[in-house]
């Protein structure tokens, strides 16, 4: 009765089966479950231990060898059959036994509540003594959210693995933040509004993302976020200029930097927005997120949209990786199977930079969390390009 899933029985309750039910009533009033259990027990083994003496006595008299014969034969026989066989048993197969026994347990109660009454008045009073709760003021802890990782990790075959990946992902959205995987502002696709109209254009027929920032001038300078296929549908129709597109534009939608994930979900489900421009304290840009970033974080990569997609990482026929300086850190340590340090710089290259304490040259070498890092481009003073021989499996 002590060693059933309580979950699991919880279950079989909740679809309708009658000795589950009848479980879950005895182990809510753990005393008196206590108490009819042992009653019998030590009724059973107490008259076993006398019938066995009178047995001894009468066959070889009453002396202390009869006695001792009587005292080990009674404890072989309790031990063995009943007390460790039917525990083993009864452990090992709880959730089959316990709806059956509940049935048998449940009269046994109802016809010994007299004595279990009884009983129990010296078990209450001890424990008042002793300063104690009772099984009736001890509330059940919720699990946290270690334990249900621990379940998780436990599950084995009863989950599949793809779905035990998702649910754990789940659970570590509230330690990432969107700095962790937002478009870096050097990356993002947005379109100038100062530029000619033919460049504009041309940018949105290319363009293969559905949603791009716009910008005046200097990319902190946001006008607003302008969907891709309403921009091309109003070309058609009239002549592409500055304010026709501002006409089509919607107000943007800023992060503060720093938010956890899965409060961000939230926010963009409340919002009902699916892009965001993540800002600093200052108001400075600082990059893209977009819903799709976030689901990816929980379900994995979706299938590449571009008919080019860009990797960050090339692998080279000596083992090593030749990296771009922008790739993430969280991404490379996915996907390259590394152990880069994810409590500070974002990217490689701000790995980089903190490590180095200088600005960096190309063919400097260093170790990264015991890996060799070999700087091999150097662009605008911000690495571009590094070798990575990640260790041997």
Known sequence: MMAVNRYRLRHLAQTGHRG????????AQTDRLLSVILLGNNLVNAAAAAL???????????????????????TFLILVFAEVTPKVIGATYAERIVPVV???????????????WFINLFVRAQIRLLHLKSTKDVVAEPMGVE???????????????????????????????????????????AIDLEAEAEEIRQQLITSHHDRL?????????????????????????????????????????YVPAGTPLLTQLSHFQTNRQSLGLVVDEYGDLLGLITVDDILEEIVGEFAAMTPLP?????????????????ASLRELNRKLN???????????????????????????????????VEIVQVQDRMVKTVRITPRPA
Request: net charge negative; glycine share 6%; with cysteine.
């Open 147 to 189: 334990e249900l990782r621990t379940l998780l990790a436990e599950s084995g075959s009863f989950l599949p693995t793809a779905h035990r990946g998702i649910l754990t992902n789940l659970f570590e959205l509230e330690k990432i933040t969107v700095d962790d995987v937002m478009c870096p502002r050097g990356h993002i696709e």
């Open 338 to 372: 590394l152990d880069l340090p994810l409590d500070g710089p974002r990217t490689l290259n701000g790995l980089i930079l903190e490590h180095l304490e200088a600005i960096p040259e190309a063919g400097v070498s260093l170790k990264i969390a015991g890996l060799p």
């Open 102 to 116: 509940s049935y048998v347990l449940a009269v046994l109660l109802k016809l010994t509540s007299p004595a279990i």
């Open 20 to 27: 589950a039910r009848l479980a879950e009533w005895l182990l």
């Open 213 to 253: 920032p716009v910008y005046s001038g200097e990319l902190n300078n946001i006008q607003g976020i302008v969907e891709v296929r309403r921009a091309l549908a109003r070309i058609q129709e009239e002549e592409l200029d500055r304010h026709t597109l501002r006409e089509v534009l919607r107000a943007p939608y």
């Open 310 to 326: 860009v990797t960050l990482w090339q692998p080279q026929a000596d083992g090593s990786y030749l990296v771009e300086g922008s």
């Open 52 to 74: 066995v003496t009178v047995i001894a006595f009468r066959l070889f008299g009453q002396n202390e060898v009869a006695l001792s014969l009587a005292t080990l034969t009674v």
